[in-house]
Every structure is written in C-alpha cells, then in structure tokens.
C-alpha cells in the first residue's frame, strides 16, 4: 500500500526501487540510482534513505541528505525550492509559502516526522521560519493523493528530522551570521543553531518607489531565529520508537510592497515561538498485519506589530496570536494473497486565541483587550485495497471520509461543519525496458480556513462566514524510464478542475475572500538526470501550467494571481578527486500576473537566475571539513513572484562545515 509522506521505521517489505526518475535530478547516491524499478507486494515511505525512492502512485520528488549537505540552506524555504514543480513566493505578510504545481498554498499539507506542521488557523506554514538545520530530508508528493493523507490534504511535502551530527559556520551578505551543531548521545541527537541578518540583498535593477531607501538591503527584512533540537529512536519491545522535538524562537520584520503608496504592510514579527514534540511507533501485529501510529503537539506564538509608516517608529497595533494544536494518526495494514488494505484514521484540533489593540502614543493599554476563541477539528476515515495483477501490474482503490468540524468562531454565529467523501483510483505498471506507467484519478474537498471565514488580518479584511468548500478532482499520467549508469527521465500530464474557488474580492478598499464558480490548472512535469562521466552530471526538470477561471468576468484577464506558467530548472554538477566540487544552476521563472492597488491583474516579468556552488572537502585524521562557497543569482537578476515585493538579488554565503 502507498503511504503518506509520513515516516513510519524501516521498512518490513518494500521495493528498493526507482520511483518518477524524479529524485534523480536531486543527487540521489549512485548505488540507488542504478537499481531498476520492479514492482513489489508493499511500497511505502519511510524514513530510512539508505533504500531511496520507491515506487508510488502519485509523482514524488526527493532531496536527500547528501543534497541538503550541497545547498547549504539556512531555512526551509531556501531547501524547499529545491523541489521540482515547487515555487515558494513571499506574500505581503512576510510568509514564505510552498506553492505546488501552481495550485493553492492552502491545498498543500506540510509534514514534520509525521506531524502536520501547518498552522491550522490558515492551513499554511511559513518556512522562513524553520532552520534547515533540523531537517535531514525532504519529499514531496503531487497528483491525486490517497484518502489517508488525511483533511485538506491535496499535495504535501514532507520533512524527516535530521539524524546526523555535525556542525557548520557561515557568513554572508546582509551580515547573515549562522550557525549548527548536532551531537550523537547514544540512541538520541541533540543539536541546535542560530542565525541572524540585517536584511535581504536588493537587486540592483528593482523598481521600488516607495519605502524603499536603502540600495544595497530591502527596508525591514532583518530576521533572528534560533533552534534545539532532539531526536530519539530505539526498539521497544519489539515495537519501533521515533520521538522528535524542536523548539524554535526569533522575531522578523517583513517587507513593505514597494508600489504602493497607501495600504502596504509595515509590519514586524515579535515573540515568534515554535514547538513541535512527535512520537512515532511501528509495531508489527503479526506476519502480515502492521500498525503504525503518529501524535504530535504543537505550539505557535507570534505578536504582529502594524507601524503607521515605513520608518518603523510609530507602533499603531498589535495582534497576539496563540496556536494550540494536537493530533493523531493511525495506519493498519494488513495483506492477504495478492491484496493489501490498509485502513486509516486522522484526527487534529487546534485552537487560536487572538487579542487585538492599538496603540496610543507608542503605548499599549492596560488590557489588550477580549480574548477571541476559534477552535476546529479535523478527521478522517479511509480505506484503500490495493492488488497486484502479476509481477508487473498494480491496481488501488481508495474512499475515504473527511470533516471539518467549527466548534468555536470567536465573535461570530456557529457556522455549519463540512463533511464530504474523498477516493482514489490508481494503476502501477512496469512495461519492461526500464518503462514505468501510471495512471490516477482523485476526488477531494479543500475547506476554508478560520482565518478564510472570520480573520480580518489587522483591519484589511472583510469576514465571509459563508464560503463554501473547493472541490476538486485531479488526474494525472507518469511515463518515467530508468537506464544504466544513472539515466533517467520522467513525463508527467496533470489535471485539477476546481468547483467553487476561494479567491478574494476588493469591497470599499478593504479585501474579502469569495468563492468563484471554479478554476481549472492543466499542466505537465518534465525532466531527467544524465550521469555523463563518474566525475560529471547534468540533470534538468520543467513544469508548465495554464491557470485559468472556469467564468472570468468580462473585461478582465482570465488568470489567477501569482502563478507562473513555467518553472524550469538546469544543473551541471561536478564532482572531482581530492575532494573538489561544485555545481552550477539556472532557474527559469515565467510569466505571471499579480494584482496592482486597483484589484487588477497586471503581468509580472520574467526571469532566469544562476546559483554557484563549490566545495573543498578537507579528509585528515581529526573531523572531515568541507570549506564553500554559495553566490545565489549570479546575475543580481530582479525576480518578482508578487507585485511590490522582488525577491532576494545577488547572494554569497561563505563557511565551514564539520562532517
């Protein structure tokens, strides 16, 4: 049975198969990369990446640890976008949100050792504000998704906790300053960093006039986070144990959009305060029946700080915002003969508490006045049965049922819960001569959030109790081939047809969020990996779609807001003797439109980057030490995902890191 992007211990039974070709254009060790894709009685993600990709029912890119070593990331969002048909633009709030296959941010499930990490208040996850330090692998999964991923959940990606020690030291423009440990003490790691900059270089060629005076740094960009860590596997009477943790803490400013003159966000992050603790047990009932059960809990704290103006000296309000959330997750698999079912059941609620005051004079009141309460609860109920045709052809069959229950809704009247069925068809097939075919079709619903219906987002937004939910049903083909010597190359068709989309509506200068009849994403997934030398590889991947509303009003642009119609992405990389390499990447942004002051849709530029990487990897007999270097948009290229509110120009990032 096809798992989830949540980890569960070593695998039982599974294919140590190829899956997409896809995680071969992420630098997958060579030994995975020559294994041939079969088809096998089981196929799950877990968390041991010595067995690399395996074979799935839905497209799934990887980076491996060795990968993440090479990029030298300081947050998830810088490792993240390292992921195929992945965009992650940072909106006006600050927030760096992962955007796949250019579909809703809100449909995307984020998961941390099993835990959903998304803030449940507005179901997204800024990953600005998680260090890359804690993560020692990445996945991500597209298409249509099994019922068992659970509410919500119409993409994910997924984070593993890192499991080696180490440490690193870095330095780089915008005085970024960083640094990681991680120590093995026995069974468990321990480890933690911290980093701070003054602010997010500038391009030279942005166009930014207002609220911007600085040349070299974007205003209000400067950022401090800080991070421990632990992580714990051991074997418990037969049963395996994983148990995470992590706290992360720090405050940021955001960037104001510089287009505008009246309206832009001045605001800054204070008291953020992140902390996640799961528990993760495997435990085998039998020769052919497996359990495998996750829960986590969650805490997120932040203070947004709205100033009057750009100088960032006259505070006007303030919003507390306290998020309390705890869940759980349970898989029962069971095979008999050639079939396999696996039942599931999820289940999270969180609770948001939000107090809201102005300002006098630089000065709070006593009280910050009435405590508002929203609390949701989520569950789901599925189950999949998945049967092997012979050696080379595999069929699944997924429904489930997913609710969404509103049990508190602060100020406002109790509005109604949403219950609706999911499911999933799905085909596996090897063709022989290194061919794998697939083929899928989906049905999900995608709620709208508490902060959707109620949250007025410090006076910029009108409440709409009365959205309805998106339903969505996707597709998708995969043609994918695995050759010798690490060839490879995969082609991906998608379909998302979307009733009743959320999108969002200007009234009397404020926004509120409507449904719209429905929209509709075609796209296709492209790319592969050619091994030219054992010293040199070149490996690319593409992602095109056409966004449009299913009945745009006349007169205006039929499109969606900040997404672009190709993503593409090219990488030479060297490996050489006594330790030197590097690798050199270009990425291709297309076009995309975003909305001016006015509400209207106006096209954004287009752009190609180049990131540089080199490496010297010192081996004597105290600790290896690898020596690099990382200069991020060679060209100091002006790379616009949202109106106002360019992305980072010309980076370097000098350091060390302790292997």
């Known amino acids: 049975m096809t798992r989830p992007l949540v980890p569960s211990v070593p695998l039982r039974r599974a294919s140590r198969a190829l899956a997409a070709g896809c995680a071969l254009t992420l630098g997958l060790p060579q030994a995975a990369l020559a294994q041939r894709l079969t088809i096998s ?87 600005s504000l998680l260090p890359a330090g804690l993560v020692g692998r990445v996945q991500s999964a597209a298409g249509p998704l099994a019922p068992h991923y659970g509410v919500n959940a119409l993409g994910a990606i997924s984070f ?9 030291l870095a330095h780089g423009t915008g005085n970024l300053t960083r640094g990681t440990v991680a120590i093995r003490a026995g069974p468990a790691l321990l480890g933690g960093g911290y980093s701070a900059r003054d602010g997010i270089a500038l391009a030279r060629g942005a166009n930014l006039p207002h609220a911007q005076d600085d040349r070299d740094l974007r205003t209000n960009t400067d950022r401090r986070l800080g991070d421990v860590f632990a992580h714990f596997e051991t074997d418990l009477a037969g049963q395996d144990l994983r148990v995470t943790a992590f706290h992360v803490w720090g405050d940021k400013g955001i960037a104001p959009e510089g287009n505008v003159t009246e309206g832009a966000r001045h605001w800054r992050y204070n008291g953020i305060a992140h902390t996640v603790l799961t528990a993760n047990l495997h435990s085998p009932l039998g020769p052919a029946t497996t359990l495998d059960s996750t829960g986590w809990v969650q805490r997120f704290d932040q203070d947004i700080v709205a100033y009057a103006e750009a100088s960032y000296t006259a505070r006007d309000s303030l919003q507390a915002d306290r998020d309390r959330t705890w869940g759980l997750r349970e898989l029962l698999q069971h095979s008999f003969g050639a079939a396999t079912f696996e039942g599931s059941f999820n289940f999270l609620q969180s609770t948001h508490r939000q107090r809201d005051a102005d300002y006098d004079a630089n000065v709070l009141p006593a009280g910050l006045g009435p405590t508002a309460r929203y609390t949701q609860r989520t ?255 060679l060209t100091d290229e002006v790379v616009t995902p949202q109106l106002g509110l360019p992305g980072p120009g010309r980076t370097l990032l000098v350091g060390f890191k302790v292997l």
């Open 379 to 633: 569950w789901s109920l599925g189950g999949e049965l998945e049967y092997a045709f012979g050696r080379a052809l595999r069929a699944e069959l997924g429904v489930g049922y997913d609710v969404v229950e509103y049990r508190r809704t602060g100020a406002f009247p109790r509005i109604q819960d949403v219950g609706a069925w999911s499911g999933r068809a799905a085909l596996l097939a090897d063709a022989g001569g290194g061919w794998t075919l697939r083929a899928a079709l989906g049905r999900k619903t995608r709620s709208a959030t508490m902060r959707e219906l109620f949250g007025s987002g410090i006076n910029r937004f009108l409440a709409n109790e009365d959205l309805r939910p998106e339903t969505i049903v996707s597709a998708e083909l995969g043609a994918e081939w695995t050759g010798g010597e690490g060839s490879s190359f995969y082609l991906v068709p998608f379909l998302q047809d979307l009733d009743d989309t959320i999108d969002q509506h200007r009234v009397d200068g404020l926004r509120q969020r409507i449904n719209l009849p429905g929209s509709q994403v075609k796209g296709l997934e492209a790319g592969g990996n050619w091994q030219a030398s054992e010293a040199f590889a070149l490996s690319g991947n593409l992602t095109w779609t056409r966004t449009r509303r299913k009945d745009p009003p006349p007169g205006q642009i039929n499109r969606l807001a900040e997404r672009p119609a190709l993503l593409a992405t090219m990488t030479a990389r060297y490996t050489g003797p006594a330790g030197i390499a590097g690798w050199l990447r270009a990425r291709h942004i297309g076009r995309a439109w975003s909305a001016d002051a006015d509400g209207t849709l106006v096209p954004l530029g287009r752009a190609t980057t180049f990131d540089l990487q080199a490496s010297y990897t010192l081996q004597g007999p105290s600790l290896p030490l690898r020596l690099f270097v990382n200069l991020a948009n």
């Open 160 to 168: 593993w906790a890192r499991n080696r020690d180490g440490g690193s």
């Open 41 to 127: 009685e089981t196929i799950v993600v877990q968390a041991d990446e010595n067995l690399g990709p395996l074979a799935a029912f839905e497209t799934r890119h990887d980076i491996s640890a060795a990968r993440i070593a090479e990029l030298n990331a300081t947050t998830l969002d810088e490792l993240t976008a390292s992921l195929p048909a992945v965009q992650i633009p940072v909106n006006s709030r600050g927030e760096a949100i992962a955007v796949l296959r250019s579909a809703s941010e809100r449909q995307l499930s984020t998961f941390f050792e099993g835990a959903s990490l998304n803030i449940p208040w507005d179901n997204r996850l800024d990953l």
